[in-house]
């Protein structure tokens, strides 16, 4: 089964203070790995797929890269807008096309 | 804004009862998923529907059911509610079934009393 684990659980950051999020997984192949922001009470939001290892995406202060065993998403000079929940999930290549997704780590970032 | 709807966004009822959620994909998306999000569980994949036809399932109850319409709009079915199916339960649609990203609605939140 497709096990993704997030780390640090919670961040908290000043702003402006850069950080990087953690999401390893482990799965029979990987289709693709994908990142979510999700704010309180509200649906994920899209930010991101990563294909292979060595893939790099770019979204404003965002960054995702993806190696065999985890993904990264570092956050540059982050504003108080980028506090949010960000989620991160697998997809493999056996099976159905289900997402399994991590905890989630979960951003404060003070002004 | 994803362009997947959901409705209702609140629902509050007993146990035992029966509830419908519902979902509207995005334009051209033929592929939907629901989700459930708990807070000790987090999220959970339920139930895969493409294009009318069921494609994959997920750790859902038997007391759960979905299908998917001919205008590709799908519908949640929860029946005998117990305490612990209270959560959000969120709809997701995606071009096909294959290596695309799904796209997200804002939930709904469901509370059994």
């Known amino acids: 089964e497709d096990q993704v684990t997030q780390s640090p659980e919670a961040l908290r950051l000043q702003e402006g203070e850069s950080s990087s999020l953690n999401c390893s997984y482990t799965?029979?192949?990987?289709?693709?790995l994908f990142w979510y922001r999700q704010d309180p009470g509200k649906g994920p939001e899209f930010l991101f797929t990563?294909?292979?290892a060595g893939e790099e995406k770019e979204k404003e202060r965002l960054k995702a890269t993806l190696t065999k065993k985890e993904s990264f998403l570092h956050i540059t000079a982050p504003k108080p807008e980028d506090s949010a929940t960000y989620l991160c999930?697998?997809?493999?290549?056996?099976?159905?096309?289900?997402?399994?997704f991590g905890a989630g780590t979960t951003v404060t970032v003070r002004a | 804004d994803s362009g997947v709807t959901q409705t209702p966004k609140h629902l509050i009822t007993a146990t035992g009862q029966r509830v419908t959620l519902r979902c509207s994909p995005r334009s051209g998306d033929l592929s939907v998923y629901w989700y459930q999000q708990s807070l000790d569980q987090g999220l959970q994949f339920l139930i895969q529907?493409?294009?009318?036809?069921?494609?994959a399932k997920g750790n859902i109850l038997e007391r759960f059911s979905a299908q998917q319409f001919p205008d590709l709009h799908s519908e949640l079915n929860l029946s005998s509610l117990e305490l612990g199916d209270s959560a959000l339960y969120f709809c997701?649609?995606?071009?096909?079934?294959?290596?695309?990203?799904?796209?997200f609605g804002p939930g709904t939140r469901l509370t059994v009393l």
């Open positions: 997701a649609s995606s071009v096909d079934s294959g290596r695309t990203e799904q796209f």
């Open positions: 529907y493409y294009n009318g036809e069921e494609r």
């Open positions: 990563l294909y292979s």
């Open positions: 999930a697998v997809q493999g290549l056996i099976g159905d096309y289900k997402l399994s």
């Open positions: 799965v029979s192949g990987l289709r693709g």
